[in-house]
């Protein structure tokens, strides 16, 4: 007997019998459709319903801060090669001449110009706590700019996309958990990788799109999101120029995925909801659903980011503000060091601590970054140039230098979920000693102690300015950014970051 293909098929199982116009058994029905938690419509709602008229002054004022830290780290990313090498190729590409690549005069389409950006933000390790400005202010930034949105449009929706994100992560993230109990970050991670969702969705409600639109960014955000790759680059060495999140990418999928919603291309509307959805496909084993949407509209957290004093891992930087403290009250020669013992924090990205042979080896060197700060040298964006990763007298100095995990450290992660205390002790040849401990490092957002001041994220903003642009340039576009809301047109702001 004559067997056709379709029956064939059937008999193996591979086609449901509905496919050959036969009724199938009860017992094959669809199972219910799974509870959802309802987090994307919380955040999409929550997007779509934020006016700039509803934030509180400070928000505005701390999205001020935001904007001119991070534009500042993209014009201190051109001391790397790391952002010149994505920023040129990203001019190569080119595109509309509509969005500024930060720091130069050329205009590229929002995706390249966003993909440049946000590279240049993050090329130094200078951006802040959580590593949300990369992929929030330049995706945003680029659109706002091509699109010549106002100030306060871009400001809404930075606020948008800073909130949403900083959700995700806490709702997420694995690494503090996993340092806590192990000291050690986990074998499958990633940093603000899907933040991607946060600035599509930004982006969608900036154009003025509503809820349907916006929960198709969100979805296209988590379909295009990179994978959980940061542990993969962390225990690399020499370390690449790709560092524990591809920013660029993320950046230029923002994008991508807000304006392609725009135009009423589809993608899953709850996204991150249901069984199937992005915490079970992209692998969060924790995912903390209430934490995702706790507080939104009600408990701002771009109030309290770390920004960073430093250009170098965060991990470092209360083990730095020990020896900065210590040379201050008693400057040293640091030819006549014995020896440095620093104790801090457990988290190294660096497993080959002493050979710095690039700017990022620098970027996550104990001893490195530590032989600076006892050589009096400022941490800003020139710590990682080449003929700093190569003096021989750097070197002598990273060779007297010994860490270690602070024994008080698990104690104060009990305590505060996160730990960052550290010590240390300088010992000079004729045996004096110089000792110092830190609590909280310099520039932690929650501690009015060491949190930085306007007069220090200027200070800081007008340093990296400085490499690209002339004081009197650089004094007029800080003045800009710091009263952001006042801009009709952000193609006006961005003239002003030309070099």
């Known amino acids: 007997m004559a067997v056709d293909r379709r029956t064939m098929i059937l008999a193996a199982g591979m086609l449901p019998a509905i496919a050959i116009g036969r009724t199938a058994p009860a017992a094959a029905a669809d199972p219910a459709p799974p509870p959802t938690t309802g987090v994307t419509d919380a955040l999409v709602r929550f997007a779509a319903g934020l006016r700039y008229e509803d934030l509180p002054a400070d928000v505005v004022h701390a ?100 909130e949403i994100g900083a959700r995700l992560s806490a709702a997420s993230s694995q690494m503090a ?92 509307p709850i996204v991150l909801d249901g069984e199937a959805g992005f915490p079970r496909f992209y692998g969060w084993p924790k995912w903390r659903a209430e934490r995702a949407s706790a507080g939104l509209g009600s408990e701002w957290r771009i109030l309290n980011p770390d920004f960073k004093p430093y250009a170098a891992c965060r991990y470092i930087h209360s083990r730095i503000d020990c020896v900065v403290n210590a040379v201050a009250k008693t400057p040293v020669d640091p030819a006549a060091i014995r ?33 600076i700060a006892a050589h009096g040298i400022p941490l800003d964006a020139h710590c990682q140039r080449p003929e700093r990763l190569n003096d021989p007298a750097i070197r002598r100095t990273m060779a007297k230098i010994e860490w270690g995990t602070h024994p008080r450290t698990q104690e104060t992660k009990r305590a505060n979920r996160a730990s960052f205390i550290a010590s240390v002790e300088i010992v000079m040849e004729d045996g004096t000693r110089h000792s110092e401990e830190v609590l909280v490092p310099r520039g932690a957002g929650t501690d ?52």
């Open 63 to 162: 999205a001020n801060r935001l904007l001119l830290d991070t534009v500042g780290c993209a014009f201190a990313g051109w001391e790397s090669r790391k952002g010149r090498l994505a920023a040129g190729l990203m001019q190569q590409l080119g595109g509309e001449p509509r969005a500024l690549v930060i720091g130069t005069r050329r205009r590229l389409s929002p995706t390249n110009a966003a993909f440049a950006n946000a590279e240049l933000v993050n090329a130094l390790d200078f951006d802040a706590i959580p590593h949300l400005p990369p992929v929030v202010v330049p995706p945003i930034l680029a659109v706002a700019d091509a699109e010549h949105k106002s100030g306060r449009d871009l400001i809404r929706a930075v606020v948008i996309a800073y």
């Open 177 to 268: 958990a996993s340092l806590l109990e192990t000291n050690l970050t986990p074998e499958i991670f990633g940093i603000n990788d899907e933040a991607i969702m946060a600035s599509a969705a930004a982006i969608a409600a900036m154009k003025g799109m509503g809820a349907a639109r916006i929960a198709d960014a969100i979805g296209l955000g988590g379909y295009y999101c990179p994978p959980q790759s940061s542990h993969d680059w962390e225990t690399g060495s020499p370390k690449s120029n790709v560092k524990y999140t591809p920013v660029g990418w993320v950046a230029q999928g923002a994008v991508t995925a807000g304006l392609l919603a725009a135009t009423g291309f589809t993608a899953n």
């Open 339 to 371: 020896r440095i013992v620093s104790l801090g924090p457990p988290f190294t990205a660096n497993p080959d601590q002493r050979n710095v042979r690039t700017q990022e080896d620098a970027q996550f060197s104990i001893p490195y970054m530590l032989a």
């Open 448 to 499: 009015p102690d060491t949190r930085l001041s306007d007069r220090a994220l200027h200070d800081k903003f007008m340093g990296n300015a400085a490499i690209r642009l002339p004081k009197d340039g650089a004094a007029r576009l800080a003045d800009r950014l710091w009263h952001v809301e006042s801009v009709a047109d952000v193609a006006q702001l961005t003239a002003l970051m030309e070099a």
